[in-house]
T-cell receptor, first 111, second 115 residues
Framework: KNEVEQSPQNLTAQEGEFITINCSYS?????LHWLQQHPGGGIVSLFM???GKKKHGRLIATINIQEKHSSLHITASHPRDSAVYIC?????????????FGEGTQLTVNP | GAVVSQHPSWVICKSGTSVKIECRSL??????MFWYRQFPKQSLMLMAT?????????EQGVEKDKFLINHASLTLSTLTVTSAHPEDSSFYIC???????????FGSGTQLSVL
C-alpha cells in the first residue's frame, strides 16, 4: 500500500510570500492529485499530474516520478489561499482513482 | 464544468436512526463514485467504492451492513448510515470520476452528528 507523507503539517505565511508544500510517496504511481480543502470541508481538485509541471494561475505543481516526490507552490500568496492542501496518490500501482491521502498541510496566510 | 452535488450538508440525528446521504454528478456520468470519512484534523479515509449497477467494494474495517451504498444510476450514489451511533459522527464526502482522464470531483461533504 502506498504511504504518503506531506510536509510541513502547518504553515503560516505573510501575504505575498512564496509557499512550497511537499509530498512524498512510497509506491510508483500513474498520477498524483493535489487537493484544496476549505474550512467548511468542501474539496477542490487543483491538479492531477503524472510528470513534469503544471501551472494554474498562481499555483504550480511539480512531480519527480523517479524520486517519488511532488511539490505544490503558491506564488504571491493571499489570505484567500488559507486552506488545507492535500496530496493524494493511488493506493496501489493499479488502483487508479482509489486514493490514499496525505494528512494535509494547513496553510494560513496573514494579511 | 463538472459538479458533484452532495446533500445534506449537515444532519443531526438521534442514536439508532438511519441517515441517507446523496451524491449526484450533475453534468457527467459517473460509473464510479467514492465515499470517504474524515474525522477532525485527520486525513480522508476511503470507505468504499461505489460502482453503478453492482455491489460496492468496501475497504477493510468498514461494515457493509452499517454503511449501505446504492449506485442505481450513472448520476446518483447514496450512502445510508444505519442505526447511527455517536461514534459515527464524522464528515462524510463523496467523489466521482469524470471521463477517461480520471479527473476527480468532490461533493461538498456532509457533517453528521449523532446525539
Amino acid at each position: 500500500k502506498n504511504e504518503v507523507e506531506q510536509s510541513p503539517q502547518n504553515l503560516t505565511a505573510q501575504e505575498g510570500e512564496f509557499i512550497t508544500i511537499n509530498c512524498s510517496y512510497s509506491v510508483g504511481i500513474s498520477a498524483l492529485h493535489w487537493l484544496q480543502q476549505h474550512p467548511g470541508g468542501g474539496i477542490v481538485s487543483l491538479f492531477m499530474l503524472s510528470s513534469g509541471k503544471k501551472k494554474h494561475g498562481r499555483l504550480i505543481a511539480t512531480i519527480n516520478i523517479q524520486e517519488k516526490h511532488s511539490s505544490l507552490h503558491i506564488t504571491a500568496s493571499h489570505p484567500r489561499d488559507s486552506a488545507v492542501y492535500i496530496c493524494a496518490v493511488p493506493t496501489r500501482e493499479t488502483s487508479g482513482s482509489r486514493l490514499t491521502f496525505g494528512e494535509g498541510t494547513q496553510l494560513t496566510v496573514n494579511p | 464544468g463538472a459538479v458533484v452535488s452532495q446533500h445534506p450538508s449537515w444532519v443531526i440525528c438521534k442514536s439508532g436512526t438511519s441517515v441517507k446521504i446523496e451524491c449526484r454528478s450533475l453534468d457527467f456520468q459517473a460509473t464510479t463514485m467514492f465515499w470517504y470519512r474524515q474525522f477532525p484534523k485527520q486525513s480522508l479515509m476511503l470507505m468504499a467504492t461505489s460502482n453503478e449497477g453492482s455491489k460496492a467494494t468496501y475497504e477493510q474495517g468498514v461494515e457493509k451492513d452499517k454503511f449501505l451504498i446504492n449506485h442505481a444510476s450513472l448520476t446518483l450514489s447514496t450512502l445510508t448510515v444505519t442505526s447511527a451511533h455517536p461514534e459515527d459522527s464524522s464528515f462524510y464526502i463523496c467523489s466521482a470520476v469524470s471521463g477517461s482522464n480520471e479527473k476527480l470531483f468532490f461533493g461538498s461533504g456532509t457533517q453528521l452528528s449523532v446525539l
